[in-house]
């Protein structure tokens, strides 16, 4: 069975200024892959980035990069520059490839962007 | 593309009802996968279809149900409502369900049960 725990229910940062989100996870497979989703309050859940297991590189995405530590089993996910619509619900996620579309989810982190 | 939609937005059902749920994915994406979203169990797998065909089942009981249409439209049916089944419900499509594609979800389907 595969487990995600975000320990961080709440978060906050200052506009402009650089926020991580923690998230560890738990499997006994070795193919799989990682991702964040992010939820404003309308409710959309919305990619902002995900990470192949087998990829000792971290993934970026304009201000959004992951730290990827496979053997400590932690995925991470660095904002900089925080703005005002980064505020929302972040959510990580696990797939492998033997539960195919079948993603596990960690509690999520709230994060408040202050102006 | 349009994205992925779910109708309706918002329900309110009475214990003991049933109701449907519908969701139209992406053109082109054959997977349709549904989660549970509620306060206290976080979000939750409830099932995947993926040509017509249930592929994978989240632990729920029965009275969660689904299908998927030839046009890859996916519909979900909870019988018996409980006070308990009152969440938002999202459901997700990708090209064919494999682990490492993106899933795209939909705004949701909110029910309130009372």
């Known amino acids: 069975a595969q487990t995600v725990t975000q320990s961080q229910p709440e978060m906050s940062v200052q506009e402009a200024e650089t926020v991580t989100l923690s998230c560890t996870y738990d499997t006994s497979e070795s193919d799989y892959y990682l991702f964040w989703y992010k939820q404003p309050p309308s409710r959309q859940m919305i990619l902002v980035i995900r990470?192949?297991?087998?990829?000792?590189q971290n993934a970026t995405e304009n201000r959004f990069s992951v730290n990827f530590q496979k053997a400590a089993k932690s995925f991470s996910l660095k904002i900089s520059d925080s703005q005002l619509g980064d505020a929302a619900m972040y959510f990580c996620?696990?797939?492998?490839?033997?539960?195919?579309?079948?993603?596990?989810f960690g509690e999520g982190t709230q994060l408040t962007v202050n102006p | 593309k349009a994205g992925v939609t779910q109708t309706p937005r918002y329900l309110i059902k009475t214990r003991g009802q049933q109701v449907t749920l519908s969701c139209s994915p992406i053109s082109g994406h054959r997977s349709v996968s549904w989660y549970q979203q509620t306060p206290g169990q976080g979000l939750q797998f409830l099932f995947e279809?993926?040509?017509?065909?249930?592929?994978n089942k989240g632990n729920f009981p029965g009275r969660f149900s689904g299908r998927q249409f030839s046009n890859s439209r996916s519909e979900m049916n909870v019988s018996t409502l409980e006070l308990g089944d009152s969440a938002l419900y999202l459901c997700?499509?990708?090209?064919?369900?494999?682990?490492?594609?993106?899933?795209?979800f939909g705004p949701g389907t909110r029910l309130l049960v009372l």
């Open positions: 996620a696990l797939g492998t490839w033997t539960s195919g579309s079948r993603l596990t």
């Open positions: 990470q192949e297991a087998y990829k000792q």
């Open positions: 997700a499509s990708s090209l064919t369900g494999l682990a490492q594609e993106t899933q795209y």
């Open positions: 279809y993926f040509s017509e065909t249930q592929r």
